[in-house]
T-cell receptor, first 112, second 113 residues
């Protein structure tokens, strides 16, 4: 399974952009990069996913390098409610079966 | 649109007992996956069901089992509970095709005493 590497923790001032990096150097050509976040041991919340093109939705932007070995999740204007653990995940497929392999994630602390 | 519903939210069991957890996926979703979350091991994949068939399984002992019904609702069962089975058990549903994300429920917090 492709592994991901993320910083253990990051801080961000409220209102500023939060840029969360992720390395996934062993990713295969058909594997997607997913980002989830988890707040206070609730269920993980889906943020965004992509294959090779940059993606944007109402929550965040995902920038994937051309060689697909790393990506960055961007929260354009972080708020206190964005404080959470952010997981970068490679979705692996075996035939039609798939699973999410979670790493340890990045604990993002947004401060005033 | 209703989200993923897991019941019960909290559960306390004694070592050696068995437990059944339930998950109702989002309407129309045919894939249900189960994950275990502990402070020591983080989030770990248990198994995935699609159209009543288990199509993927994680590295857990046979005491952990599951099933899916024709309405896509799923149950997981843990027999002969051990203290180490204390965890947050999360269910995630998906349409089942490749380019869709999973939606997680709020989980069932199981405590084994």
């Amino acid at each position: 399974d492709a592994k991901t590497t993320q910083p253990t923790s990051m801080d961000c001032a409220e209102g500023r952009a939060a840029n969360l990096p992720c390395n996934h150097s062993t990713i295969s050509g058909n594997e997607y990069v997913y980002w989830y976040r988890q707040i206070h041991s609730q269920g993980p919340q889906y943020i965004i996913h992509g294959l090779k093109n940059n993606e944007t939705n109402e929550m965040a932007s995902l920038i994937i390098t051309e060689d697909r070995k790393s990506s960055t999740l961007i929260l354009p204007h972080a708020t206190l409610r964005d404080t959470a653990v952010y997981y970068c995940i490679v979705r692996t497929f075996t035939g039609t079966a798939s699973k999410l392999t979670f790493g340890t994630g990045t604990r993002l602390q947004v401060t005033l | 649109k209703a989200g993923v519903t897991q019941t019960p939210r909290y559960l306390i069991k004694t070592r050696g007992q068995q437990v059944t957890l339930s998950c109702s996926p989002i309407s129309g979703h045919r894939s249900v996956s189960w994950y275990q979350q502990t402070p020591g091991q983080g989030l770990q994949f248990l198994f995935e069901y699609f159209s009543e068939t288990q199509r993927n399984k994680g590295n857990f002992p046979g005491r952990f089992s599951g099933r899916q019904f024709s309405n896509s609702r799923s149950e997981m069962n843990v027999s002969t509970l051990e203290l180490g089975d204390s965890a947050l058990y999360l269910c995630a549903s998906s349409p089942g095709t490749q380019n869709y994300g999973y939606t997680f429920g709020s989980g069932t917090r199981l405590t084994v005493v």
